[in-house]
C-alpha cells in the first residue's frame, strides 16, 4: 500500500515539475528537434507523461530491494532466450558489456539484474551532495550496484578493470559528451556526442556487447529489451568501424524511443556538443533527420 502510495505522491511531483515549467523549455526543443512532424499540443502531451513516468521511477527504484524473487519474475519479464544470451558469454569467460539509456526505469535495469546474480558496475558521473543524490546512491548501494565515480580520461581504465574483475559493465550511451572526447554518430538525423567507450571495450578486450532497456507496460509491468551481442565492423579503418559501432547504437536506441516517445527523458541537452565543423541551425543543434537507418551494428 505504501510503495502504491508513494508512486502516485512521485507521479504527482512529476506532474507539478511539469506545471510549473521546470525544463519545460529544453523538453520542447528537443521534442522539436526529433519530432518537427507533431503538433506543440502533441509533443507537451509527451512531456508531461515523461515527467509523471519520472516521478513514479523514484519509489519503484527504492522499493525494488524489497520485491521477493517470484514478485521479480512476475514484474520483469524478457523474451525467451534473451538473458540466457548474456549468461551464456559469461559461462564461455567473456567479458560483457550492456549499453543502456535514460529510459523507462533504467535504475531498476541494473538493480535487478544485480538481483538476479550478474553483478552490475555503472561508470557514474559525479552527483552533486544533495539529500536526494545522497538517497540515490544508497538506493543502488542496496541493490549491490557497483557504482565507478570516474575522472575526466578515466573511464576506460575503470571499465577495463571492472572487467577483470568479473563484473558486468552497464554502460549508458545517450550521455552528452565533450567534443575533445567523443564522437558524432546521429541521433535523430542530427550529430550527437557519444562516447567511443562501448565499441573500445569490444575491441581491446573482446568484450560481448549488448543494448539493453527498461520498457515500462501499461499493466506496471516491465519489458525487459536485451539484444545482441553485436560486433563490431571489420573493415580495417578502425575509427569508422567505432563510429559505425556507435551509429547502430544510437540507431536502435532512437528506434524504441520512436515507439514510447515518453519513456526517454527529454530533460538533458543530449545534442548541447556540437561537432568542429557543424553548421546546423534550429534549436539545440541542428536540423533534424526524418527517420532511423538500420542498425549498422548487427547481431551476431
Known amino acids: 500500500m505504501i510503495r ?23 523538453v520542447m526543443d528537443n521534442l522539436r528537434l526529433a519530432f518537427p512532424q507533431w503538433s ?12 509523471v513516468r519520472l516521478g513514479r521511477m523514484a519509489p519503484d527504484f527504492l522499493f525494488v530491494t524489497g520485491l521477493r524473487s517470484e514478485e521479480i519474475d512476475r514484474l520483469f519479464v524478457y523474451e525467451p532466450g534473451a ?29 535487478v539484474h544485480n538481483m538476479k546474480g550478474y553483478p552490475i558496475t555503472m561508470i557514474a558521473r559525479r552527483m552533486g551532495g544533495g539529500w536526494l543524490a545522497r538517497l540515490w546512491r ?21 571499465a577495463l578493470r571492472a572487467m577483470r574483475e568479473g563484473r558486468v559493465l552497464g554502460y549508458v550511451i545517450d550521455q552528452n559528451m565533450a567534443a575533445r572526447r567523443a ?9 550527437a556526442a557519444t562516447s567511443p567507450t562501448p565499441a573500445y571495450l569490444a575491441l581491446r578486450a ?22 545482441g551481442p553485436l560486433k563490431v565492423p571489420e573493415s580495417g579503418d578502425r575509427d569508422a568501424d ?12 532512437e528506434h524504441w524511443i520512436r515507439l514510447h516517445p515518453e519513456q526517454w527523458y527529454w530533460v538533458h541537452r543530449r545534442w548541447k556538443t556540437r561537432p568542429p565543423a557543424w553548421s546546423g541551425a534550429g534549436v539545440p543543434g541542428g536540423s533534424p533527420g526524418t527517420g532511423a537507418s538500420p542498425p549498422a551494428a548487427e547481431p551476431h
Open 242 to 253: 567505432v563510429l559505425a559501432f556507435m551509429q547502430g547504437l544510437n540507431h536502435r536506441l
Open 206 to 227: 573482446k568484450a560481448e556487447v549488448f543494448f539493453a532497456l527498461d520498457v515500462q507496460l501499461e499493466d506496471g509491468r516491465h519489458r525487459i529489451v536485451i539484444e
Open 83 to 111: 538473458l540466457e544470451r548474456i549468461a551464456d558469454a559469461r559461462r564461455r569467460g567473456r567479458s560483457v558489456v550492456v549499453c543502456t539509456a535514460h529510459f523507462g526505469n533504467f535504475e531498476n535495469l541494473a538493480a
Open 40 to 51: 506543440d499540443a502533441r509533443r507537451r502531451a509527451v512531456g508531461r507523461s515523461m515527467f
Open 183 to 191: 564522437i558524432f554518430p546521429t541521433f535523430f538525423g542530427v550529430p
Open 138 to 158: 544508497r538506493g543502488r548501494e542496496r541493490a549491490g550496484v557497483q557504482e565507478l565515480v570516474v575522472t575526466r580520461g578515466e573511464t576506460l581504465r575503470a
Open 4 to 26: 502504491r502510495w508513494l508512486g502516485a505522491l512521485g507521479a504527482g511531483m512529476g506532474w507539478l515539475l511539469w506545471a510549473l515549467r521546470v525544463r519545460r523549455g529544453v
